[in-house]
């Protein structure tokens, strides 16, 4: 747990604190591959789901 603190640090250090445009674009990106990533994980989990809101509905 304490590496990937870590490693987030690191991360935040490298990324977020030089702030250009081009660098916030690609955290952007990063960020939205990694949700999306934990999205497929999430349906991809056994586990029941509650019904989707009417506007999930429409989205998917």
Known sequence: M???KVIETNFLATF???LDKYK????????IH????????????PHPHPPP??????MG
């Open 16 to 18: 977020i604190i030089p």
């Open 24 to 31: 916030i674009l690609s955290i952007m990106y990063i960020l």
């Open 53 to 58: 809101l009417k506007g999930e509905e429409r």
């Open 34 to 45: 990694m949700v999306d990533n934990l999205r497929e994980i999430e349906n991809e989990a």
């Open 2 to 4: 304490s590496r990937f």
